[in-house]
């Protein structure tokens, strides 16, 4: 029985279609697959960490005051009151602001907002249009957008894990 065994292990071994398997080389995807699969997760932790995030916020805006500059822009001061969020003083001073009114929609530039509310939950923000828009009303309120980008979730992650 032993050697029947062996004469059959032997003669498995020994067939042409084991021989031409054992004798072929695997392909390329299993020979590199760790390393392409190594390999792409190291190029989405780059787009993670390098692609910048859009921020957009929501609210009503009513205009306190308007001042023209000498160099073709109106300065708006403005009480903006956002919907469930709001950013970060620091973040939005330089965002694009559009403030839609019933006859068109103005892009301007925020120059600075306080991060104290008043009363009714509104902030202070002085807004830069362009002067063709200089005739806004004081005290009509408008509907805006605030947008901005942000670093990647990666790097905000990465910078709140290990900070400096």
């Not at 020979?31 to 997760?41: D, F, S, V």
């Not at 019933?102 to 509104?122: A, H, K, P």
Request: charged letters at 20%.
């Amino acid at each position: 029985m032993p050697e029947e065994k062996n004469t059959q292990k032997s003669f498995a071994l020994r067939s042409e279609k084991v021989r031409h398997i054992v004798g072929q080389m695997p392909p390329v995807l299993l020979r590199y697959g760790t390393a392409t699969i190594a390999l792409t997760l190291v190029v989405m932790l780059a787009i993670a960490y390098y692609l910048p995030m859009k921020r957009t916020f929501q609210g009503e805006a009513a205009v306190l005051r308007v001042e023209m500059e000498r160099n073709d822009s109106v300065t708006l001061q403005c009480l903006f009151r956002f919907g469930n969020q709001r950013p970060s003083a620091k973040e939005a001073v330089g965002a694009k602001v559009i403030l839609h009114t019933n006859q068109e929609s103005i892009e301007g530039v925020i120059l600075s907002i306080d991060e104290r509310l008043d009363t009714e939950g509104r902030q202070e923000v002085l807004c830069k249009l362009p002067t063709g828009n200089a005739d806004m009303p004081i005290g009509q309120t408008v509907n805006f957008v605030l947008t901005y980008s942000t670093p990647g979730f990666l790097k905000q992650l990465v910078a709140t894990v290990w900070p400096g």
